[in-house]
């Protein structure tokens, strides 16, 4: 169509500036960063030595293409309009899915635009643009009677200062003001000028890509600039666009301090848009995998078809319960005695005294707690037919521990028929017995086990699939001298990780690599450091720690690339 491929070609006029490669740090300190490598409130640990020195190290900072959902809520947050959410997020939903590394949907370094992904773009702007203009009233910032160029101008501007996070540069203006003539001048109305004007911010750089753009002269270190600093503030805790107060507290020059960044997130943290974090939870605990939940309908009868749904909506309601609701502490995060549930998860796991379809905070009848005993979370892991000890206890070792399980040995012998007359974990153990086998499931097989009082399913039982009695006694090895040992059950193991040092370390760093969107590295040695021993200090407050992601000097700096 030629109008579409006009509009495209104008896409390119529309981001002033080189998009460069993915950023590496430059070497040394550099002048006008904010803070310094010890710049952060802690208190030592003598037992995590301090990597930090009077040189200012900076990790990478790539170019960011907007994630599937950074895309979706921007666009929700920009239009507000509720009638447009589900027109956003109809055209999401198209979109070729992120690819998932480290277990997130937003690692810069894989968010490339394929040839796929960049038509779907274009149709999705098509659709949405067409949507936005049906109510003028509610997109434009003006009254186009009497002067429609004057508020297609001021449209454009004020329009492009969301979408691109910044003020549009004068050429930048000037390419969509040729936008909208072209319209006019091809004899359409105004409300299809400014259609073709959304269509065209709907694609542009300035929008899909969270650029940071350096100039000749930089410092090898630069500070961010203050809506650059808004903009990583937004993206951190909303997955969107700055907000109107965010955006004068750049104007007034409220943004150029720590002290301003920590009250800014924690003003941002009280929003209702902070229930966003939930994502970062469901990528780092894979609840997309209950969208293929499926059991055998043999083993376990009569199922809700709605008990994946719940067990994701049983999820989100525990998290928003501890993080928000909540003391907020990793430490009732894992073991907290009770979930949400409404009548119909609450008959399925056989809880009493639970009426109606609200979502209500309910205790466990029985040993179990915790954010990794809930029916989602187990489910994904496990078959069609069974629990996977295995797979459970794999979880437990990457996600939780952060610690990696060796891919098996290329001479692994064929396990043959599996034998029904013993139960999963005898079937194990005799595994183990396999020297080929022994080193990967010793690690994992105690780490599984815990679990076995709760079926594939979710529910409390005694006996597994094939009537033997559950074996839940497992083992806890690498945690610490202090606390490696023999666990009776699920509940004694979530007690020995809630005091130890390497869960909530891992957890500080899983949420690191998903606010950053890359893995950590060794520049970033310092504010990951101060990180750990504020977490420690707060007493592992999971929205302290977010508040702590923007006290550091990775985040208030990057190395400059020039091309």
Known sequence: MPRRLLLATLLMCACEGKIGDILHPGSGGGAGGIGGNAGMNVTTDPTDPSPCTSTLTIGSAPLRRLSHLEYGYSLTDVLANSTLTPVVQTQQATLVPDPISLGFKNNASFLQVSTVLAQQYMDAAEQVSIAAVADLTKLLPCNPTGNEQACADQFITTFGRKMYRRALTPDEVTAYQTVYANARNAGFDFSTGIQWVVFTFLQAPGFLYRAELDSPGDPAIRALKPEELAARLSYLIWQSVPDDALNQAVADGKLATKADLAAQAQRMLDDPKAQRTFDFFAQWLNLDALSNFSRDATVYPNLDPKLPQLFRDEVQHYVQGVVFDGD?????????????????????????????????????????????????????????????????????????????????????????????????????????????????????????????????????????????????????????DKLDGPVSDGVDLFGKFAQSDVVPNCFATQLYRFSNGRQEEDADACSRWQLRQRFRDSGGNIKDYLVGLTQTDDFSNRPVSLP
């Open 328 to 480: 907020s502490k990793i430490s009732t995060l894992l073991t907290a005695s009770y979930t949400f549930v409404n009548s119909e998860l609450a008959t399925h796991y056989g809880l009493s005294g639970v009426s109606g379809t609200g979502w209500q905070k309910a205790s466990w009848s029985s040993r179990r707690g915790g954010l990794f005993m809930l029916g989602g979370v187990l489910g994904t892991r496990d078959k069609a037919t069974r629990t996977s000890i295995v797979r459970r206890g794999v979880l437990m070792r990457t996600q939780v521990m952060c610690q990696v399980v060796p891919a098996p040995p290329p001479n692994v012998p064929p396990l043959g028929p599996v034998d029904q007359t013993i139960s999963q974990a005898d079937r194990l153990a005799q595994h183990r017995t396999n020297a080929a086998c022994a080193g990967c499931h010793n690690m994992i097989d105690p780490l599984g086990s815990p679990f076995e009082g709760i079926d594939a399913v979710g529910r409390d039982r005694t006996v597994d699939e094939t009537g033997h009695p559950v074996i839940t006694a497992g083992a806890v090895t690498n945690l610490s």
